[in-house]
């Protein structure tokens, strides 16, 4: 196996909390049977050998955050709480075009059904919020897309609930994709960005959990910045503002909504 790519966070008797690197699965899937490598056997690895069960969800192409629970019990206490809605997750995002300072994107999502030959109608429509912030803008004299300048924005993403791909196609829902999003983004600008930069990944990544410990019921807040490949790119905003904490009140949002 290759160097541990996995970098610790957090540990404790219950939890393991690690940042993953774009580009490497949780576990193993059906859609990408040729890999060899999972972010599940690097934290067994860090836990001496000892299974871990996933605490939640990332995206393959997303970095950030992910926590693992070191015994089948905890993990089953942080799933109620996730469930419960009692789990805040932070995400930093770079986005085409500026949006809005700050808003909620209240539109439901239909899950992507496991069988193809299904049509939309028969896929369940699933309520899908994620609150946003605008934390930085761009521009750039470079013609990508037929206009003679180029506006990017960084935004801090909060998700309320978890769907599949939720902040890839809320934020393409409000015509702002997130940069390297090959499914939901611009191509056009996806390849400028992986030219100038030498990267072509997802600009995505998860850089806070907090949540009530499971076990213990203390207050944590699990954070971490992004991976270089992330930070490189930040390059071209001129004045970033400290990019962790801060979250949003629901009640803050409203002033601009997107349904």
């Known amino acids: 196996m290759a160097d541990n790519p996995l970098i610790e966070i957090y540990r404790d008797d219950w939890l ?51 926590l693992f629970a070191r015994n089948p019990e905890t993990a089953s206490l942080f799933g109620r709480a996730l469930m419960a809605g009692q789990v805040a997750k932070a995400y930093l995002a770079v986005v085409r075009g500026w949006a809005p300072e700050q808003g909620l994107i209240d539109h439901a999502l239909r899950e992507h059904a496991s069988d193809r030959r299904l049509k939309d109608e028969e896929q369940p429509l699933r309520e899908a919020r994620t609150c946003y912030r605008r934390l930085a803008i761009s521009e750039i004299a470079v013609e990508v897309e037929g206009y003679p300048q180029s506006r990017y924005g960084l935004m801090a993403l909060h998700p309320e609930t978890g769907r599949k791909h939720q902040l890839r196609r809320h934020m393409q829902h409000i015509s702002h994709p997130i940069i390297g999003d090959t499914n939901y983004g611009r191509t056009k600008h ?21 949540f009530a410990h499971p076990v213990t019921g203390q207050a944590l807040r699990l ?31 409203h002033a601009h909504r997107w349904d």
């Open 190 to 210: 996806n390849r400028y960005f992986a030219e100038r930069f030498g990267c072509s990944r997802l600009m995505l990544a998860a850089t806070e959990l907090a």
């Open 16 to 66: 393991l909390a690690v940042h993953k690197p774009a580009g490497l699965l949780v576990h193993r899937s059906p859609i990408d049977r040729h890999e060899t490598e999972f972010a599940l056997q690097y934290a067994r690895q860090l836990n001496g050998g000892a299974h871990v069960y996933p605490c939640h969800r990332l995206d393959r192409p997303t970095s950030g955050v992910l």
């Open 223 to 253: 954070q971490c910045l992004p991976e270089p490949s992330f930070m490189q790119v930040l390059s071209i905003f001129d004045d970033l503002p400290p990019l962790l904490g801060g979250g949003l009140s629901r009640e803050s949002v």
